[in-house]
């Protein structure tokens, strides 16, 4: 339940201000809604990608409300963070996956799966166009079409190569199960191929060269996986090789790791350069051949070439085909990402929402929007509201913005009546009219910028729960909105609270049993404990027992026996 104790906080600095004489606070006029209908057919939710976002979504929506179909190529949920340590042996593939038909076992009544990729979005006809890889139709295809009152697109992103001649043909990716199960086997083919007799040094040091492209959490989390299985298991499997093995991170920015705290990164950069991983920064990769990297140096301009055995490629996001074409549909051209609004709605699209990786929530800042609020609510253009006036205004800034309310919630009543008595100024008591630039000023001093959420499971998940969380009370908020007032298109107030991210902080594994971590609160820890703490979270965020017990007992079989280096 949202509560509104913004208000509450609000009337009573109202009160303290102005001596009592407080106006009654009054809801101001909800939409009409529909009668909702006893016998009316349930409508049809259709979900698009078993990914963070989509299964998130699925459990916490209440299936017996609606008519649920979902629609994704795999028919499971991969746990992604641990795809690194998959590359490596570290923790199998079937640890880190859960059927989707297992996970909605208990929904099964209201929730139909169909394993088929959705390849056109028709918004205007309310229908999707989907094929299984199965041909089921009399002419041997499999497509079909489906149709929906509600799409939620939860497709997530695919690679972005940035149309880097070469990347595609030689390079592998890391973004799906399969991904990591093929650089395992590359990895072992690579160091089988270099033990063979016949060859020469130089071949080896080319076959043993393991390059990462792209220095974010995915590609230093890949390379520090290399490292240690490297050290603890094949330096003993192939002692003859392992003077020529070499691990280099490419990275276009001046720092790898550089979404997080420039002390994790300092810690990443000092620990890999002990270990012997190489760090290259400031360099772009301009062409990959069979046998060569090249990279453009961005200080000097000048291209380098280096030979390898195997390259990853992880530089970065980019769109699905099925989100381009859909975008275009709906004239969001040039963008990496469907835009919605805060409520999760696709942007000039009636019924669709889209979370997760495909998505970008568009962000205004903070001020602008109070601005907003402030400037409809002053409807004679005075410069000044009433306290009615003005306590309307707060209450819907609270609804947009909790840490606005989190900010009058943890001040003393002191600072409050303050506050509000420098925004009243010398207007008399009676008149009870606020000056509306000393009240902005005084509440800018928020947090004046809502930071635009990053493409990670986390908001993907929170997202899928928020949305849930709406559809869930779709009816009663109806009559009863619990959002802020519009600011455009009608008059009364949003059904909902708009979608707000909450960062709970991220990990980056180092290998060695160390590992670092950003909390909130601008609390940075690294080291072995924080590894410690990176198991307990990874353990604790299984989506089932069956893979926290399958992942735990991997950890646990890495401890004793080592990784499996068969190549199967
Ligand atoms: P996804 O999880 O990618 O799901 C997309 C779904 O859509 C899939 O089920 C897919 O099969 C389906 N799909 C694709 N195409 C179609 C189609 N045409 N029709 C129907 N269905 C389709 N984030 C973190 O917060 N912490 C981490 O530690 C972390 N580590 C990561 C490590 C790796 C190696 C990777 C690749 C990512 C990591 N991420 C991490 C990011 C995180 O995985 C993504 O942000 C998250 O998966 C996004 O969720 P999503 O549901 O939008 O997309």
């Known amino acids: 339940g949202i509560g509104r104790p913004g208000v509450s906080t609000a009337a009573l600095l109202l009160t303290a201000a102005s001596g009592g004489g407080l106006v009654a606070y009054a809801d101001s006029a909800a939409e009409s809604a529909p009668e909702p209908s006893q016998n009316a057919p349930k409508k049809k939710v259709l979900v698009l990608g078993t990914g963070w976002a989509g299964t998130s979504f699925l459990k916490n929506l209440d299936c017996s409300q609606y008519e649920v179909k979902v629609i994704s190529p795999r028919n499971y949920f991969a746990f992604t963070p641990l795809l690194p340590s998959v590359t490596c042996g570290t923790v199998e593939p079937r640890s880190i996956i859960e059927p989707i038909r297992r996970m909605f076992e208990k929904k099964s009544k209201d929730v139909t799966f169909y394993e088929a990729e959705c390849f056109k979005i028709d918004a205007s006809k309310k229908t999707v166009h989907c094929r ?11 497509d079909f079409l489906l149709d929906y009152d509600y799409l939620v697109v939860a497709l997530g992103a695919t690679v972005n190569t940035f149309n880097t001649p070469g990347v595609l043909e030689h390079c592998h990716f890391l973004k799906e199960v399969e991904d990591a199960q093929k650089i395992r086997r590359s990895v072992i083919d690579c160091f089988e ?26 590609g230093v989390e890949f390379a520090a996986e290399l490292h240690d299985f490297l050290v603890e298991d094949l330096v003993k ?11 280099t991170i490419i990275q276009s920015g001046e720092h790898i790791l550089n979404m997080f705290d420039e002390r994790i990164a300092a810690f990443a950069e000092e620990k890999f350069q002990r270990d012997g991983i190489e760090v290259a920064t400031g360099f772009r990769v301009v062409r990959v051949s069979d046998d060569l990297i090249t990279m453009k140096s961005k200080s000097v301009g000048e ?8 390259a990853v490629w992880s530089a970065g996001i980019g769109t699905r085909p099925v989100i381009m ?3 275009q549909q709906i004239g969001q051209t040039n963008r990496r990402a469907l835009a919605t609004n805060e409520w999760l709605r696709v942007r000039e699209c009636e019924s669709v929402y889209a979370i997760g990786d495909c998505a970008t929530v568009s962000q205004r800042k903070i001020m602008d929007d109070i601005s907003m609020v402030f400037k409809m609510a002053d409807k004679d253009n005075s410069g000044t509201l009433t306290l009615k006036e003005i306590y309307d205004v707060l ?6 913005y909790p840490q606005v309310e989190l900010y009058m919630k943890s001040m003393h009543m002191l600072d409050i009546a303050d ?36 493409a990670t499971a986390q908001v993907a998940s929170q997202q899928g729960n928020y949305l849930a969380e709406c559809f869930n009370k779709m009816d009663k908020c109806k009559e009863q909105p619990e959002g802020p007032l519009r600011m455009t298109g009608g008059s009364g107030r949003h059904f909902f609270r708009p979608f707000r991210y909450k960062h709970l902080g991220q990990f980056a594994p180092l290998g060695g049993e160390q590992a670092a971590a950003e909390l909130p609160g601008d609390w940075v820890s690294m080291g072995h404990s924080t590894q410690w703490l990176w198991y307990s979270v990874y353990a604790s965020k299984q989506v089932s027992w069956r893979t926290r017990v399958l992942v735990v007992s991997d950890w646990t079989r890495r401890f004793v026996f080592g990784r499996d280096s068969s190549r199967i």
């Open 237 to 247: 499997l192939y002692p003859a090789i392992q003077e020529f093995v070499k691990i």
């Open 193 to 218: 191929k270099a033990s063979l007799p016949n060859i020469s040094e130089e071949e080896k040091r080319k076959t043993l060269h393991f390059v990462v492209i792209g220095g974010g959490p995915t």
């Open 395 to 400: 209450e819907d800034i609270c609804l947009r």
């Open 132 to 142: 299984s890889a199965v041909g089921t139709n009399l002419d041997g295809n499999g």
């Open 303 to 310: 291209e380098v070439s280096v030979p390898y055995g195997l």
């Open 419 to 454: 506050l509000i008595k420098g925004a009243i100024g010398d207007a008399h008591k009676e008149s009870m009219v606020v000056n509306i630039e000393e009240f902005k000023k005084a509440l800018s001093h928020v947090d004046s910028q809502v930071k635009s959420a990053p």
């Open 325 to 327: 074409d859909f975008m």
